[in-house]
């Protein structure tokens, strides 16, 4: 079974490089998720005038002086430059922004492909320097269609440790907790977030994420966080924490819906992992009914959270909505149902007071129809 498909950044990727328009292309996800094997297959089949390829994680000092001179040799070359992981290079985005300016003005553009595995750098470096000069293309964890095409992993199998697919090959092994605890998330850790910011406590920053991945898709009080925490806090340290692990691709908070913005803003988080295998490691044995539906609601909220709206969650008193999904106008109240119990009072009381909201259900059934296309699904099967 080949482990080599097409992600659907590429598609995006190949329909921006054949635009005249000349924008550098950045492409940003989870490491260990395959940004860079698709990315070099695509490029040595598609792209025939050659391409560079350098990578800042293995440059021992990757200063300014090493980037102006793999873009003099890839300018000079006529080649596409290729550059991984960049928020390695120190003050990258400023030094970028000078070269491609000057390359511009020489009339000698160039086409450039930037890599990065943690959002928080790239992200405030796009907007501090390259406004207006680039275009973001975002990878994500494997959902189970691509697990299965590429590696033929059931969708049983995928809830309990899909999203990374060099995890797929220890299936069943004894190893597999220990290569994603430490070939996948330390390195993450270690490498995307401790090298970049300030943590008092590393042990106090981990047990945090324990914390946090053994609550998916459930809504969680800063305040009851801090109280699991065994050590001394405040509730602005979790949040740092909880920003610098959505920073890193590992988990996403869903504020409570409301129509007024201060009750969003200051409600409690619902935590959603970014990969099933997340939650798994803190179980590492057969789900029961009630984590089984957990899984699947994290596994909605995180294709919803690959559209361009709004994701949510509601609650009021003993009433509840699972996830709520806004784009412009258009409201959506989705209710996740595996097969467990669960009261479906909250649609009713949501759409009380949000009239023109949709009603959507999303089950074990039509999860792969809701997986292959989203927003065709909300539009398909929207109840008034």
């Known amino acids: 079974m080949s482990t080599l498909i097409n ?21 940003l996800g989870p490491r ?28 021992f000092h990757s200063s300014h002086k090493w980037l102006a001179e793999i873009w003099a040799k890839a300018q000079s070359e006529k080649k596409i430059l290729v550059i991984d ?22 009339k000698k553009p160039i086409r450039c492909i930037l890599l990065g595995s943690s959002s928080l750098q790239i992200q405030k470096g796009l907007s501090e320097s ?3 000069r680039f275009q973001l293309l975002p990878v994500y964890h494997w959902n189970s269609a691509e697990s299965k095409e590429a590696y033929g992993l059931s969708f049983e ?84 924490y909880i920003n610098l692990f959505e920073g890193a691709f590992l988990i996403k908070t869903l504020s409570k819906f409301s129509a007024k913005k201060i009750l969003t803003k200051t409600s409690s988080p619902k935590i959603i992992p970014m990969a099933p295998c997340l939650y ?44 709520v999904y806004k784009e412009g106008k258009r409201v959506y109240a989705i209710e996740v149902k595996s097969g467990r119990k669960k009261d479906s009072r909250g649609l009713s009381k949501f759409k009380e007071k949000f009239p023109s909201a949709k009603l959507i259900f999303v089950t074990m059934e039509n999860y792969a129809e809701f997986e292959k296309n989203c927003e065709q699904f909300l539009l398909n099967h929207a109840v008034s």
């Open 7 to 27: 992600l659907p950044f590429i598609q995006k990727l190949d329909e921006n490089l054949r635009q005249p328009r000349n924008l550098i292309q950045v492409i």
């Open 32 to 59: 260990q998720v395959g940004k860079t094997t698709t990315l070099l297959k695509y490029l040595n089949e598609k792209q025939s005038s050659g391409f560079l390829y350098e990578s800042a994680d293995g440059v």
């Open 85 to 106: 992981e960049i928020q390695k290079c120190e003050n990258w985005s400023e030094m970028i922004k000078k070269l491609w300016d000057e390359s511009l003005l020489s």
């Open 130 to 132: 390259l406004t207006g």
């Open 157 to 240: 199998d995928y809830l309990k440790i899909g999203g990374y697919p060099g995890s797929y090959s220890f299936l069943n092994s004894p190893d597999w907790n220990s290569y994603v605890r430490q070939s996948i998330l330390s390195t993450v850790i270690e490498k995307d977030i401790l090298q970049f910011h300030s943590v008092k406590s590393p042990a106090l920053f981990r047990q945090t994420f324990d914390i946090l991945v053994s609550y998916p898709a459930q809504e969680i009080s800063y305040t009851k966080l801090l109280g699991q925490i065994q050590d001394k806090g405040n509730v602005e340290l979790v949040k740092h």
């Open 280 to 323: 798994y490691l803190t179980i590492l044995s057969d789900y029961n009914s009630e984590e089984k539906g957990r899984v699947l609601e994290l596994l909605v909220a995180s294709q919803l959270l690959r559209l361009s709206g709004e994701l949510y969650y509601w609650r009021e008193v003993n009433y509840e909505v699972d996830l």
